[in-house]
């Protein structure tokens, strides 16, 4: 079955600077790739997400980039503000929901 | 937000008794599932429905059961609680269509203590 690796576990920055999260999946045939934000005690929420027919998408301040080949894909978080501060989840599914994977997550920290 | 509530929010319970979670929706979408959440693992999903009566199998199975009598409804029951499904458990939906994968939309958690 599928495998999402995701890296760094936990990621600390100065605020204003970027942040770069990268997963990388096992299995050729997915197609889907969502980002979830969870801020502490709360249920993760979908920020972003990404089909595989396109390399980039952008929403404001937030961006995720697929390279099918490599099989890996980033969310690029801008100007990041204390807000921010959650852990992010990547994911990767293939035909429908029923096989989606998630990463182990990622803990950001961003320090007034 | 999307119209899922999960009941009860928190519970602790002894080794060796049931346990029954309820997701309960008000999109009218058809699928749901029941993931759980550990530190380290990310989501797990523990079992699916895609649609009244129709449920599978996910990645972390054994010990649980499903059923889904309604399109609002989604149970989750543990038969005999045993202390490594101590976790947060998370009820999702989603509207996907064909092959098109929507997104999923999560409850806001049950934490489960087994002790």
């Known amino acids: 079955g599928e495998n999402v690796e995701q890296h760094p576990s936990t990621l600390s920055v100065q605020e204003g600077d970027s942040a770069v999260i990268k997963c990388t999946y096992s299995d050729s045939a997915s197609n889907y790739f969502p980002w979830y934000k969870q801020e502490l005690g709360k249920r993760p929420q979908l920020i972003i997400d990404i089909r595989s027919n396109v390399g980039e998408k952008k929403d404001q301040r937030i961006a995720v980039t697929l390279n099918k080949t490599a099989k890996h894909f980033s969310l690029h978080i801008t100007e990041t503000q204390p807000e921010d501060s959650a852990v992010y989840f990547c994911?990767?599914?293939?035909?429908?929901?029923?096989?989606?994977?998630f990463g182990a997550g990622t803990r950001l920290t961003v320090k007034p | 937000d999307a119209g899922i509530t999960q009941s009860p929010r928190h519970k602790v319970t002894e080794t060796g008794t049931p346990v029954t979670l309820r997701c309960h929706q008000t999109?009218?979408?058809?699928?749901m599932y029941w993931y759980r959440q550990d530190p380290g693992h990310g989501l797990r999903l523990i079992h699916y429905?895609?649609?009244?009566?129709?449920?599978d199998k996910g990645e972390v199975s054994d010990g649980y059961s499903v059923s889904r009598s309604k399109t609002e409804d989604f149970l989750l029951t543990l038969e005999s609680a045993t202390s490594s499904q101590t976790s947060v458990y998370f009820c999702?939906?989603?509207?996907?269509?064909?092959?098109?994968?929507?997104?999923?939309?999560f409850g806001n958690g049950t934490r489960l203590t087994v002790t």
């Open positions: 994911a990767a599914s293939k035909s429908n929901n029923n096989d989606m994977r």
């Open positions: 999109e009218n979408h058809r699928y």
């Open positions: 429905s895609y649609g009244v009566k129709d449920t």
């Open positions: 999702a939906i989603s509207d996907s269509r064909g092959s098109n994968n929507s997104p999923l939309h």
